[in-house]
């Protein structure tokens, strides 16, 4: 194809520069880093119009009488053809366009940016867009399907896509070029290219080839290449017939194939070699114009398409039908793949089936192995569809399409090999950090995490790696060379973990430096097996862990004795640590139709090593992948898909996850991502960094953490019984980690978990009101039997006072229900524990008696405990699940179970599994065995729940001991706190009735020590006494007197009746004598002492003898009947 060259002319200032022909090939139309679009009406014009588009403009594309062109302000313009008037701005991205496309009618516009996305607009109305994301780096080029089914981009994150355009959904992707982290330092701008027409063929560029894929089965179907050709091929482009496919390239070769026959049928060099970045052919084929990165144009001019066209067709007429194959065939690899699944002989009888094609068959081999359509290679360039038919004719002399000169039963009997149409295979998730930026950027974020920030910097000047604690006691910053190449960061407060990838020299290699290490070598190094590579690594407490692609996981102690090893169930995706906890994600199978098919484990290393989650799915949205793994602060997994979904997972589900939250609600625009970075349960906060535009921070500026709260998506959340149950069941999920830390050994923030079971117990209330409200009387129930026993009581009233007596009468049939439940569990447990009987009836004594028992005693006892519990964790034995349960405890006594009564514990106690925080009520045996440093515990909790505020009404009266404030004559309200302390006194009461079964003789015992004032003394002493309790202090001793056989509950029982019996003027007298004394604290102090002693005296005497035991006891049978538990939820008519 011989053809000429013009000469070079300037068209543009030096940089990137792209030129097109319009639609009747009269004019050439260029752009340029000048900002112009110059309109030329040949080579030899010297004044080409120009139109100023912006200060730089970096692609443009024509189409009936509409220019488009990208500029550097961040939009895609257009204007009206020839005349150059704006016609307004079709869309714009966050950053530069770098790539616009027209498809082949003109009414769609494809955009590229470095934003990563992908844009289709209408021309008519820039309303409708569509908008592809999934391209983790700045889009390299786009081109439409003919058929506006597709769209083809390829990016510097290395893939070349397909797409659904009206789905929006990736179809294939393919990794074939080279990461770069900016189009600027891109080897190749890789345009795409679909063959006019039909779309049946996509060329892609790759290093000094061209691939070419398959339409609708997205198989490589063939290459071309020229051995001539050094440099990476730049931009691709199809003569208007289909037939030939030009290149240009960065050393300035240009190059055009005759596609059917692989042939390479023109050489050209740019007379000075500068690199080729724009191509187009003249709409007749007979032209190619193309520019360069100098701004510079030019333009080959001859080249006969239709003559080799003819050339062809008469060369192949003269063939006989057996050697039609080998006209086109060559024996190499590509060609294989062609005729892949025909036979090895060219059986005659398979070549004429091309006469019964349709006009949508692939002139290249297709899947089913026939050979379709070759008659469109040899067509001119007119005849695009029907080639076939003419080929038929040409061939045979005759009109019949069928192909019937040659056989026409053995093609209809040859074997046709089935072709797929089901679901195709997603390209599997490669393996990530949490809390890393992509591997192919220059400047990235290796992991960002609750500890610090590890930045690598890989570029020119400096190959290296920051290290940054958020709190520098922990250690100081790290600057660290990377030699090695290291692509993997984990950070704990231990240690920095680094991994790179072997290459064909050197394995893959694990670095540690253990900073926390108390000797002077704080470093260590171990090389992996040859061929074995680290995918993924974390850092446990004290411990190390390495996955990697051999399906192995390694675990080494985090001073490098390497201690355990097993294998994955599949190639891993990402792992996390926290404490003694690995989570590992991995594929468990291929995924179909964009999904993947992710499996997770979830290990803890305790003393005994278990598997938590063994392998189930990992739920994601759908066609999402995972982009974010790890725990809590307090150590629950979690993990964010691509969709911007936070899952945690719900212990008390069986293991199953709960989405907590969509980032995706709170941005601002659909380009808009959050980027996690961690999660706290308490105080509930997502911490993540706002990426505008973008999935990724930047590293510099550093990026600012912002904080989303959480939301489960529950139904109806903008009602108020929506929002109460979205708050309800938010506050049971996210204060689960107090189960799991305690069964497991660890301290926990009490106070924060008393407050977390107020606050449920709270909204249970509330929406129980609420029900009652809507006359909801079953959904009362529903809600009371999530109540504890306590707050059961209080809904009796509420509803009573609501007149609704048949949901009262439910209701107390549920509270019944709840105290036998604790009743039944009580003697099981004082079975298991005799020998901690004592202690926790000497706990019981002393909450009965004012909780007088010196604090130095109970330190003693807590310290004998301790050594106690040491002795047995290093014993080491197998323990029942019961005793293992306590000693744990031991190690972390609830002091909040006899301060606050009505929260239920989230501890599993017993061996039925089931929390019970109403112990302490029930008999006075605490639900732990550690009696005394609960003690202690108990007494520190009540000073301090005095000096703030108390957790709850209950909470802090529940712990003043005999005083018992909650029986003060106020009016009676109709408000909850009144309820509460209502339900409080009857808990004490009985609390106390079955106290006081203890034996007579640790009771004397008791009463013989010399009770100092014990801290809920003193803090009441701040406090102003009621009027009853000044005069039940006066008038106790007549009561005991009068009738010596009363216990403490009814000796507050007959009190408060006597006291109804005075005249309100008597009663308003004892009030305000309470006032007055209230600022006379010394006396104040020396009647408590004086009378509290006389009260556990005669308390003592009481209960000295044989006879006042048998008696408590029957009183103690007694006050188990079920007749008298209901009788507490009666009112007291006086």
């Not at 050339?311 to 060559?330: G, S």
């Not at 960002?448 to 890989?458: E, L, M, Q």
């Not at 048949?806 to 036998?820: M, P």
Request: proline share 6%.
């Amino acid at each position: 194809m011989p053809c000429e060259r013009k000469q070079l002319r300037y068209g543009h200032s030096e940089g990137h520069t792209e030129v097109c022909f319009d639609d009747t090939g009269k004019y050439i139309v260029t752009c340029g880093s000048d900002g112009d679009v110059r309109i030329w009406e040949g080579m030899d014009d010297d004044d080409p119009k120009f139109i100023t588009v912006g200060e730089k403009a970096y692609s443009l594309a024509l189409k009936k009488g509409k220019l488009v062109t990208a500029s550097s302000n961040n939009t895609v313009q257009i204007h009206t053809f020839p005349d150059g008037d704006p016609d307004g701005i079709l869309t714009r991205f966050t950053t530069n366009a770098t790539h616009v496309a027209f498809n082949s009618s003109g009414s769609r516009v494809a955009a590229g940016s470095s934003d990563f996305m992908v844009k289709v607009v209408e021309v008519s109305d820039s309303s409708q867009q569509k908008t592809l994301r999934g391209h983790e780096a700045p889009v390299l080029s786009v081109t439409l399907d003919p058929k506006d089914e597709f769209l083809a981009s390829a990016s510097c994150d290395g893939s070349v896509v397909v797409w659904n355009i009206e789905q929006q959904t990736q179809l294939i992707s393919w990794p074939l070029l080279q990461k770069t982290n900016d189009v600027s330092n891109a080897k190749s701008l890789c345009r795409l290219a679909w063959q006019p027409g039909t779309g049946k063929v996509l060329a892609v560029p790759v290093e000094t080839k061209v691939q070419l894929y398959e339409r609708g089965s997205w198989d490589h179907v063939s290459t071309l290449s020229d051995d001539l050709l050094t440099q990476p091929i730049n931009v691709v482009a199809w003569s208007p017939c289909g037939t030939f496919l030009a290149a240009g390239s960065v050393g300035g070769s240009l190059t055009v194939w005759d596609v059917n026959s692989k042939l390479c049928v023109e050489r050209q060099k740019h007379e000075k070699g500068f690199t080729v970045c724009g191509l187009a052919w003249h709409p007749s084929g007979s032209q190619i114009v193309f520019t360069d990165t100098e701004g510079c144009l030019s333009l080959l001019d001859g080249l006969n398409t239709s003559v080799s066209n003819t050339e062809h067709t008469k060369a192949a007429v003269k063939k006989p039908a057996k050697d039609y194959d080998a006209l086109f065939d060559d024996d190499d690899d590509d060609d294989r793949l062609m005729d892949e699944g025909l036979s090895e002989t060219n059986s005659p009888a398979k070549k004429p089936v091309t006469g019964d094609d349709d006009d949508d068959d692939d002139f290249l081999m297709p899947s089913t192995g026939r050979v379709r359509n070759r008659g469109a290679i040899l067509d001119d360039e007119n005849s695009q569809d029907t080639g076939s038919l003419r080929l038929g004719q040409d061939k045979f002399g005759d009109d019949d399409d069928t192909g019937s000169v040659v056989v026409p039963a053995a093609a209809k009997s040859a074997p046709l090999r089935p072709v797929y149409e089901g679901p195709m295979p997603t390209l599997p998730q490669k393996a990530f950090q949490p809390g890393s930026t992509p591997a192919h950027l220059t400047h990235r974020f290796m992991t960002w995490n609750s500890v610090g920030i590890v930045r690598g910097y890989n570029d020119d000047q400096d190959n290296a790696i920051d290290v940054e604690f958020h709190d520098t006691a922990v250690h100081h910053a790290m600057h660290l060379t990377n030699s090695l190449g290291h692509t993997m960061a984990d950070l704990s407060q231990e240690a920095v973990l680094l991994a790179c990838p072997g290459t064909d020299e050197l394995a893959s290699k694990l670095q540690c430096l253990h900073f926390s290490s108390w000797d002077t070598k704080k470093e260590w190094m171990v090389d992996l097996p040859q061929g074995e590579d680290a995918r993924a690594l974390c850092l446990g407490q004290g411990w190390a862990a390495v996955a990697t692609n051999t399906l192995t996981l390694r675990l080494f102690s985090i001073g490098g004795v390497q201690r355990e090893i097993f294998s994955l169930p599949g190639p891993v995706v990402c792992m996390s640590a926290h404490g003694e906890q690995l989570l590992i994600v991995y594929h468990r199978a291929t995924g179909f139709d964009g999904e993947q098919a992710l499996g997770i484990q979830l290990l803890q290393f305790g003393r005994r090593k278990k598997k938590l989650i063994n392998g189930e799915p990992l739920p994601l949205s759908q066609r999402s992948y995972l982009s974010w793994l790890g725990f809590t602060a307090e150590g629950t997994p979690c993990y964010v898909d691509s969709d911007g979904v936070v899952r945690m997972l719900n212990r008390s589900l069986g293991n199953t996850w709960t989405p907590v939250c969509n980032t995706r609600e709170t941005c601002k625009s659909k380009s808009d991502h959050f980027w996690v970075v961690g999660i706290h349960e308490n105080p509930q906060q997502l911490r993540c960094i706002p990426c505008k535009g973008s999935r990724y921070p930047p590293t510099l500026p550093r990026p600012a953490v912002g904080i989303l709260p959480f939301k489960l998506p529950l139904c109806q959340t903008s009602t108020e019984k929506g929002q109460m149950e979205e708050q309800y069941l938010r506050s049971t999920l996210f204060h689960n980690h107090y189960s799991f830390l305690s069964s497991s050994g660890y301290e926990i923030d009490e106070d924060g978990q008393g407050q977390s079971q107020k606050e449920q117990q709270e909204l249970l209330m509330k929406m129980f009101a609420l029900s009652c409200k809507l006359e909801r009387e079953f959904r009362c129930v529903e809600l009371a039997e999530m109540m504890t026993q306590n707050v059961v009581t209080l809904a009796i009233r509420y509803a009573s006072r609501s007149r609704r007596m048949a949901l009262a009468q439910r209701l107390s049939e549920i509270a019944l229900e709840k105290t036998n439940q604790i009743q039944e569990e009580e003697p099981e447990e004082q079975e298991e524990e005799p020998q901690y009987s004592r202690p926790a009836s000497r706990f019981g004594q002393s909450e009965s008696t004012g909780g007088r028992y010196s604090s130095r005693h109970d330190q003693q006892e807590e310290e004998e405990q301790e050594e106690e519990i040491r002795e047995e964790e290093e014993d080491g034995q197998e323990m029942e699940t019961e005793e293992s349960t306590e000693s744990k405890k031991r190690v972390n006594p609830f002091a909040k179970e006899a301060g606050s009564p009505v929260m239920p514990s989230l501890t599993p106690i017993g061996k039925a599994g089931r929390s019970n925080p109403f112990k302490m009520l029930g008999s006075g045996k605490p639900s732990a065995p550690s009696g005394q440093p609960r003690v202690t515990n108990i007494l520190d909790n009540m000073t301090s729940s005095k000096k703030s505020a108390p957790l709850s009404g209950s909470a802090g009266k529940q712990s003043k001991g005999p005083v018992l404030k909650p029986l003060a004559p106020r009016p009676k309200t109709k408000t909850q706190s009144t309820l509460l302390q209502m339900t409080n006194t009857k808990s004490a009461n009985k609390k106390k009735t079955q106290q006081n079964t203890e034996p007579p003789a640790v009771q004397h015992k008791q009463v013989e020590v010399p009770p100092p004032a014990s801290p809920a003394e003193n803090t009441e002493n701040k406090r102003p006494k009621t009027g009853f309790q000044l005069w039940l202090e006066e008038n106790r001793k007549n009561i005991i007197a009068d009738q010596p056989d009363l216990e403490e509950t009814d000796v507050i029982k007959e009190a408060m009746g006597r006291f109804r019996t005075l005249s309100a003027d008597e009663r308003l007298t004892w009030t305000e004598r309470a006032k007055g004394q209230s600022g006379d604290a010394a006396d104040l102090k020396k009647r408590k002492r004086a009378e509290g002693g006389g009260a556990g005296g005669a308390g003592g005497e009481d209960e000295n003898g044989p006879a006042a035991a048998d008696e408590n006891s029957a009183k103690k049978k007694k006050s188990l009947d079920p007749s008298s538990k209901l009788s507490a939820f009666a009112f007291n008519k006086n």
